[in-house]
């Protein structure tokens, strides 16, 4: 069943992509459907993603998809894809870089990646990369989902879950930081979808 719900998820995804990259290829079908009818001809090259632009979030749901369609996969220390497995960084390295964002491999580099978001669950937004640890240095990452949840490879659970943000306090939870805000601003709804 989870199986199936991830192939299908990841199919979803990849048709929401396709989908924004077509729109984006013919600029002027939007236009036309809200002035009439005519499509004017469009010269101009889609514009780049802005902090909080439709794009942007469709980009934020894309990250979201990715990262549940790989709920079930397997844990696996140093792992970074799905037919091997995941470690924590691995996972949300493998999502962010199917969509052409950039980051180091380690949790501990990864939380310095982006903007810092206080542990302020009505300040995230889906795709935001959450940091957990004890003492200095973040030792965990998730992937913020919404609605109070998020998703990581979870040492604990020995692959990869969906779970909610604000839990009990237990000895093998780490404690949430706070979150990282990736900058979107120079990618494209055209950037391709790769998948390993």
Not at 80 to 104: K, M, N, W
Not at 147 to 163: K, L
Request: hydrophobic content about 40%; proline content about 5%.
């Amino acid at each position: 069943m989870r199986a199936l719900k991830a192939n299908w998820l990841m199919r979803s995804a990849f048709r929401h992509i396709m989908a924004l990259v077509t729109l984006m290829a013919m600029p002027g079908l939007a236009r036309a459907q809200q002035g009439g009818g005519k499509v004017a001809a469009q010269k101009e090259h889609p514009k780049p993603f802005t902090a909080l632009s439709t794009s942007a979030l469709s980009l934020r749901d894309s990250i979201v998809a990715l990262a549940r369609a790989q709920v079930g996969k397997r844990y696996v220390l140093g792992g970074e894809t799905p037919s091997r497995g995941f470690d924590c960084s691995g996972l949300v390295q493998y999502v962010t870089a199917a969509l052409h964002i950039d980051l180091p491999r380690t949790a501990r580099l990864q939380a310095r990646t982006g903007d810092a978001i206080p542990a302020d669950t009505s300040r995230l937004l889906p795709g935001d990369v959450l940091t957990f640890g004890r003492g200095k240095s973040a030792s965990h990452v998730g992937i913020y989902v919404g609605d109070g949840r998020f998703v990581h490879a979870s040492t604990s659970a020995g692959r990869v879950i969906e779970t909610k943000l604000l839990r009990t306090p237990k000895r093998a939870i780490m404690p949430w930081r706070g979150a990282r805000r990736l900058d979107l601003s120079s990618h494209t709804v055209s950037d391709t979808l790769e998948l390993r």
